[in-house]
């Protein structure tokens, strides 16, 4: 069963299952309410932070892929609302959905060269890393880079979102 790990600047590293995750508070039934578009359901992320206890010191939040081929750093602080969507109905979120974990950030804008951007909703979540400074980053940071991402091979299972 594939889990969803968080470390770094915390007290309690933690690796979440599914089951994990269904008994945190914080559920969110229908994804799509906050991301319009969307299926699924999840759990905000302030539900899994308060289970790993981050340090004072801890500011960023980057967010993994499971095969660690892309990641997204961010400021803690400006998603504090985003929600870690695991299911659909009762099972796993499937990989077509982008499962079996995945990162939406709420009210975010399109992908774009900034902070927080649609970009960093992460398609097959593996990792959180808590840090006091920014972590590994490789979102695109041009139009032409990030239709370039999308094109590369193994990427065209993959929405453009």
Known sequence: MTQLRIEGEVSSPHTFSFNDLTRLPDQIADVGQFVPGRDGGGVRLRSLLERVSPADSAR????ESSDGKFSASLPITAVQD???AYRLGDAPLPPKKGGPFRFFIPNVEECAVGEVDAC???KFLGRLHLSHEPGRDV???SPASHQ??????GHEHLPKD
């Open 139 to 141: 979102r695109p940071t």
């Open 60 to 63: 960023y939040i980057t967010l």
């Open 120 to 122: 960093a909703n992460v």
């Open 148 to 153: 370039a991402h999308h094109d590369q091979p």
């Open 82 to 84: 985003a929600i870690v």
